[in-house]
């Protein structure tokens, strides 16, 4: 009698162990950037709405490349484009320090090269999560996609406080120069991998057909269409905050870049906690109260920090937040790859990134522009506020359910 053989655990699948060490060392150069640039553009400007305003930009990019980086998941090798991509952020994020080394403090050129970056993440990220499918059994997707938000969530645990700390003792510059090099090592990782060849790949048809088909599954599936509407004011609320909590450390509690990055990156542990809880969270308790219960505490623990004004009131606001955003990804993700078809999987992720991420850039400006006005608390205390009144909205839809994953 011949015995089947099951599936092929996580730590002894190769090709998913290379492809998570790269992606391990692509966020940690991210999360360089992400303490790293807001502090260029303080130090240059000293002005928070300057640093909405790139972050904005760069956010309108990435949301307008969106369904097109669809199309081309679809269409082409996934790994060769996410090695592109790759490859096209070490030059990109290369050229600050060298403009910043060579022409002094260049602040507009940041528009043109974040924003040529953000199309390039953009396209990685959509190729990234269509192919995790090719690269463990269904059952495995949940916590595979858990490992590597954990993974990312440890890169901003380090990439922070790194860069807190090497921002303090020799500027900003540095540190994107350290994000530059990460993205050629995961270039470089990419490389060796291989993933399941496709059961059906994407006719190349007529562009604009292409384009609304993924936005015509998305909406068409009442689960996906569910979440997909709840992240869009989640997102206005939420692209900001980073800025937001840099500016209130630095501006209002006086804070120095060393103390911003640690603190950023204690708060990151959030997000190493929510990757190793929510695979248990989603059985336990169910989709809809996993991923609603975590926006509920994103949204007291915000609030919270606008009306207590101290440091640690940050730090606990930026750690739960840091946990429920960890927890809603992991299970989003993890719904949208289980209900549609590998085929589509690249242009339903771009067009659920395309709309959920459409708001963001303005809500970037519109926070951090009311931050220049009025000072960071009021509006951290409206955005807590209406993170609640989003999760009671999310109540009535079908997201509510414990298992909306399910057929039907």
Same mark, same amino acid.
């Given at each position: 009698?011949?015995?089947?053989?099951? *599936?092929?655990?996580?730590?002894?699948?190769?090709? #998913?162990? &290379?492809?998570?060490? $790269?992606? +391990?060392?692509?966020?940690?150069?991210?999360?360089?950037?992400?303490?790293?640039l807001?502090?260029?553009v303080?130090?240059a400007?000293?002005?928070?709405?300057?640093?909405? @305003? %790139?972050?904005?930009?760069?956010? =309108?990019?990435?949301?307008?490349?969106?369904?097109?980086?669809?199309?081309?998941?679809?269409?082409?090798?996934?790994?060769?484009?996410?090695?592109?991509?790759?490859?096209?952020?070490?030059?990109?994020?290369?050229? &600050?320090?060298? @403009?910043?080394?060579? $022409?002094?403090?260049v602040?507009?050129?940041l528009?043109?090269?974040?924003?040529?970056?953000?199309?390039?993440?953009?396209?990685?990220?959509?190729?990234c999560? =269509?192919a995790v499918?090719?690269?463990?059994?269904?059952?495995? %997707?949940?916590?595979?996609?858990?490992?590597?938000?954990?993974?990312? +969530?440890?890169?901003?645990?380090?990439? *922070?406080? $790194?860069?807190?700390? /090497?921002?303090?003792? /020799?500027?900003?510059?540095?540190? %994107?120069?350290?994000?530059?090099?990460?993205?050629?090592?995961?270039?470089?990782?990419?490389?060796?991998?291989?993933?399941?060849?496709?059961?059906?790949?994407?006719?190349?048809?007529?562009?604009?057909?292409?384009?609304?088909?993924?936005?015509? #599954?998305?909406?068409?599936?009442?689960? @996906?269409?569910?979440?997909?509407?709840?992240?869009?004011?989640?997102?206005?609320?939420?692209?900001?905050?980073?800025?937001? #909590?840099i500016?209130?450390?630095?501006?209002?509690?006086?804070?120095?870049?060393?103390?911003?990055?640690?603190?950023?990156?204690? =708060?990151? @542990?959030?997000?190493?906690?929510?990757?190793?809880?929510? *695979?248990?969270?989603?059985?336990?308790?169910?989709?809809?109260?996993?991923?609603? !219960?975590?926006?509920?505490?994103?949204?007291?623990?915000?609030?919270?920090?606008?009306?207590?004004?101290?440091?640690?009131?940050?730090?606990?606001?930026?750690?739960?937040?840091? #946990? !429920?955003?960890?927890?809603?990804?992991?299970?989003?993700?993890?719904?949208?790859?289980?209900?549609?078809?590998?085929?589509?999987?690249?242009?339903?992720?771009?067009?659920?990134?395309?709309?959920?991420?459409?708001?963001?850039?303005?809500?970037?400006?519109?926070?951090?522009? =009311?931050?220049?006005?009025?000072?960071?608390?009021?509006?951290?205390? &409206?955005?807590?506020?209406?993170?609640?009144?989003?999760?009671? %909205?999310?109540?009535?839809?079908?997201?509510?359910?414990?298992?909306?994953?399910?057929?039907?």
């Open positions: 009698m011949t015995l089947l053989a099951g *599936p092929v655990p996580l730590r002894r699948n190769r090709d #998913f162990q &290379v492809f998570w060490a $790269a992606q +391990a060392l692509s966020a940690l150069g991210s999360s360089f950037s992400l303490v790293a807001p502090l260029l303080l130090h400007t000293g002005s928070v709405a300057q640093m909405g @305003l %790139i972050t904005g930009v760069a956010g =309108a990019a990435g949301v307008a490349s969106g369904l097109i980086a669809g199309v081309v998941a679809d269409r082409h090798d996934r790994r060769r484009l996410m090695v592109a991509c790759d490859a096209a952020r070490l030059v990109l994020y290369g050229a &600050v320090p060298l @403009l910043w080394w060579t $022409a002094g403090e602040v507009w050129a528009y043109p090269l974040m924003a040529a970056a953000s199309v390039a993440t953009m396209v990685f990220d959509v190729a999560s =269509a499918p090719a690269l463990v059994d269904r059952d495995q %997707i949940t916590a595979a996609n858990s490992r590597l938000e954990g993974t990312y +969530a440890a890169g901003f645990v380090l990439g *922070p406080v $790194a860069a807190g700390l /090497l921002t303090g003792l /020799l500027g900003p510059v540095p540190a %994107i120069a350290v994000d530059a090099a990460t993205f050629g090592l995961s270039a470089a990782g990419l490389l060796l991998i291989r993933l399941r060849p496709r059961a059906t790949v994407a006719e190349r048809s007529a562009l604009w057909p292409d384009l609304v088909t993924g936005l015509q #599954f998305l909406w068409g599936t009442p689960r @996906l269409r569910a979440i997909t509407a709840l992240y869009m004011p989640v997102t206005f609320l939420s692209l900001g905050l980073v800025d937001l #909590f500016y209130y450390l630095r501006h209002d509690l006086g804070q120095g870049d060393r103390v911003v990055g640690v603190l950023l990156g204690v =708060a990151s @542990l959030g997000a190493i906690a929510a990757a190793g809880v929510t *695979p248990a969270l989603r059985r336990r308790l169910g989709f809809g109260p996993a991923w609603l !219960g975590a926006y509920l505490a994103c949204g007291v623990a915000i609030a919270a920090a606008g009306l207590v004004f101290h440091v640690a009131a940050v730090l606990v606001a930026a750690t739960v937040f840091a #946990f !429920g955003e960890t927890t809603a990804a992991i299970s989003s993700a993890s719904l949208r790859q289980t209900v549609t078809p590998e085929h589509l999987l690249g242009r339903v992720t771009a067009a659920f990134r395309l709309v959920h991420h459409s708001c963001g850039p303005l809500g970037a400006l519109v926070l951090t522009t =009311a931050a220049a006005g009025i000072g960071v608390r009021g509006p951290l205390t &409206v955005v807590g506020v209406l993170f609640v009144v989003v999760v009671a %909205i999310g109540f009535a839809t079908p997201l509510a359910a414990r298992t909306p994953e399910a057929p039907g």
